[in-house]
């Protein structure tokens, strides 16, 4: 016997463990396919004790409790439960979102174990700290003024200027965040609004009313709930943001076929959701897809992958020592990609990756390398100590999370850094791209041999 959990519930590479696990317990004589689970929870608690992994215990649990009514079961099903959980629910290592943030970010996440929920929470309290510290430093009121008088002085759409790049590095208040944004995306689309007229978007959202059965309309549903968990807004079908954004994609989908949807997607409409209306939300996306992460999402990711090699190289000149340390033991752009890909939304607080975006949406793409490079260099001292590799992948997979220090962060990109020269991107793309694609023409060839 086989049992599937339904892909719309988890990632499929998780799915397929439970499946193997619950297919090892049948054949070894567990009576039942819910002792099976119920074992498999056990197991899970054992191999795969990460977030993910564990939020699939309530839709197993559901699978679990559908007829089994017998007092023995129960009996068990409660103890593995506990057990798969690390306890009860009143244990302290088990937590559960009470509070969430002005962007509707969960202060703390489900399922921690003591360990792991006390370092996130000192984390957590380091970085409230330093920023209630920062709203009562001078510099910020001197700050606020500055924005204030800025936008005095602009017409409705803000033009760039030196002076609106330099704000921005810095980060933008929350309140002006939705006009600064609207403007930085109305600069790279506005001649292809020109074109395609008003009330495109409008049109594009008609055409999503109707019956689309492609493979893209398909992964917009199964990823609708995976774009932002840990948001209220998004945690779930019910959610407020869920339709805005469903609705988004498709329209992109319709927009640009050729890219239609790629994963990742998703996590960018959901952030411009949080402070612009679902058209300028659009907007956003084609800017970013279109017109700063050109060849990102396409099927072969070729822009995407470029980029990467460039990272190494700037990483090697930019950070020798480092760069030679971490490249004993692993290849650093297996962190940077994600970090390009999502424009750091799946790694890091959202009152740090927001004053990053700030600064993309004005620059464009070498905000990327710039901070890229700063998270390495940020925790220089530490990974420079570490001679373990699995002890530099844990490290490195939830860099995000643990910077506190947002100004640290911004000094190390914009100052420490420099300089940072543009040509020298550009002189190394010149050098990886036709490798990269030669990479993909050999590639092409090989397959059609095959076939």
Request: hydrophobic share 45%; glycine share 4%.
């Amino acid at each position: 016997m086989f049992i599937c959990i339904p892909a719309c519930h988890c990632d499929w590479l998780y799915g397929c463990r439970i499946c193997l696990i619950v297919s090892a317990c049948l054949s070894v004589g567990l009576p039942t396919v819910h002792h099976c689970l119920l074992t498999c929870l056990l197991i899970m608690r054992i191999c795969f004790p990460s977030g993910t992994t564990r939020s699939l215990v309530p839709k197993i649990e559901c699978f679990i409790a559908v007829g089994s009514p017998e007092d023995e079961v129960s009996r068990i099903r409660q103890r593995i439960l506990d057990e798969a959980l690390g306890g009860s629910e009143a244990d302290a290592h088990v937590k559960a979102v009470t509070e969430c943030d002005r962007y509707g970010f969960f202060v703390s996440r489900l399922h921690y174990t003591n360990e792991e929920y006390l370092e996130r929470k000192a984390l957590e309290a380091e970085r409230r700290q330093r920023l209630v510290n920062l709203r009562k430093d001078p510099s910020s009121a001197d700050l606020s003024a500055k924005w204030d008088s800025f936008l005095t002085k602009q017409t409705r759409l803000l033009q760039k200027s030196e002076e609106l790049k330099n704000l921005m590095r810095i980060g933008c208040p929350d309140g002006h965040r939705g006009r600064v944004w609207k403007s930085c995306v109305e600069w790279r689309v506005s001649a292809i609004k020109t074109v395609k007229g008003v009330g495109y978007y409008q049109s594009l959202v008609k055409d999503t009313a109707k019956p689309l059965a492609s493979s893209a309309a398909k992964q917009i549903k199964i990823d609708l709930c995976r774009t932002l968990p840990n948001n209220v807004h998004f945690m779930n079908m019910e959610s407020d943001m869920i339709p805005r954004l469903e609705e988004v994609l498709l329209a992109f989908s319709r927009h640009n076929p050729a890219v239609a949807y790629c994963q990742g997607m998703n996590r960018l409409v959901a952030v411009a959701l949080l402070f612009l209306n679902e058209e300028d939300a659009f907007w956003c996306l084609v800017a970013i897809v279109e017109y700063l992460l050109p060849g990102y999402f396409t099927i072969n990711m070729i822009e995407a992958q470029t980029d990467q090699r460039i990272f190494r190289d700037l990483f090697a000149t930019k950070l020798p020592e480092l760069f030679s340390h971490l490249s004993q033991q692993l290849d650093p752009t297996l962190y940077s990609f994600n970090w390009f890909l999502t424009v750091f939304v799946d790694n890091m607080h959202p009152d740090i990756f927001l004053p990053i975006w700030d600064a993309f949406l004005v620059e464009g793409k070498k905000v990327l390398f710039r901070f890229s490079l700063a998270m390495f260099k940020y925790f220089e001292d530490v990974l420079m100590e570490i001679t373990d590799q699995n002890l530099a992948n844990k490290l490195l997979r939830n860099l995000g999370d643990r910077v506190t220090d947002l100004r640290k962060l911004q000094a190390i990109a914009f100052e420490t850094l420099n300089p940072f020269p543009m040509k020298l991107v550009k002189a190394r793309r010149a050098v990886h791209l036709p490798e990269i694609m030669v990479n993909f023409c050999a590639a092409d060839e090989r397959c059609w041999s095959v076939d």
